[in-house]
């Protein structure tokens, strides 16, 4: 009787714990969303946070000519178009007939 007991007691407030942890859970969830999607006013801002003005950029000098002399641009010749020749026609017979094979 006395594991019936315990296990009783064990299944009753494991099923408590289950419920009022979730919904605080929830709670602290729903609470911590509510502060992320409504964050507080700054109405402190322009009291203490003061703007520093920045001086405006001047823009960057430009770069040095280096002393190296350039080669003249020459354009690459086109390439001339492959023509498809006819294949040479076969040898006759008699040539392949007199040069015989060591």
Do not use: C, E
Not at 7 to 26: D, E, I, K, Q, R
């Amino acid at each position: 009787m006395g594991v019936r007991y315990l296990l009783m007691t064990l299944v009753f407030y494991g099923g408590l714990l289950l419920l009022f942890g979730s919904t605080a859970f929830m709670g602290a969830h729903a609470s911590m969303s509510y502060y992320f999607d409504h964050p507080q006013s700054n109405h402190f801002y322009p009291k203490y946070l003061k703007v520093v003005s920045r001086k405006k950029s001047t823009p960057p000098p430009p770069a040095p000519i280096r002393n190296v002399r350039r080669q003249p641009f020459l354009p690459i010749p086109p390439m001339p178009k492959p023509r498809l020749q006819p294949p040479p026609p076969p040898p006759p017979s008699s040539w392949l007939k007199s040069s015989a094979l060591p």
